[in-house]
């Protein structure tokens, strides 16, 4: 994971920047209070997502998803697993397949509310909707992004 000073280090060259092409008469070497807080507190922000090639907890894979991510564990078995996020959604009555939800949308007034929820994509090729996470996956510091 990259540190925070690397962040901070990232965002002070923009600012650095930012104050060259903003103040032709500035120094060089000033920078307020502000600027550093800035610098520090973007670096902070950033340097909790998790990145590329990098593993994090189960909270930054989370946060990941809720970025339009995908993510997986190393430490799954199967081959191909991973998670998204099916966001939330009106269904109309028309688009049920199922029985039950068609009922329920026809007595909504044609449509439903659909919540979003985790959905796995098993490595048998199946989907899971409203995937669950165990003990192990919720404490395990071994979630990636899946990128394809």
Aim: charged share 25%; aromatic share 8%.
């Amino acid at each position: 994971m990259v540190n925070l000073d690397e962040m901070a280090e990232k965002y002070l060259v923009a600012v650095e920047k930012s104050k060259r092409e903003n103040d032709p008469e500035w120094d060089g070497t000033t920078f307020t209070r502000g600027d550093m807080e800035t610098c520090f507190v973007c670096g902070a922000t950033d340097s909790e997502l998790l990145q590329e090639g990098e593993t994090g907890t189960f909270g930054q894979a989370v946060a990941a998803l809720k970025r339009g991510f995908k993510v997986a564990r190393q430490g799954w078995n199967g081959k191909g697993m991973w998670l998204w996020l099916k966001p939330e959604a009106m269904v109309k009555s028309e688009w049920c397949h199922d029985p039950a939800l068609k009922e329920i949308a026809d007595n909504n007034g044609g449509e439903i509310y659909a919540g979003g929820c985790i959905c796995l994509k098993t490595a048998q090729n199946t989907i899971q909707s409203g995937w669950n996470p165990s003990q192990q996956d919720v404490l395990a510091n071994d979630w990636v992004l899946v990128v394809k």
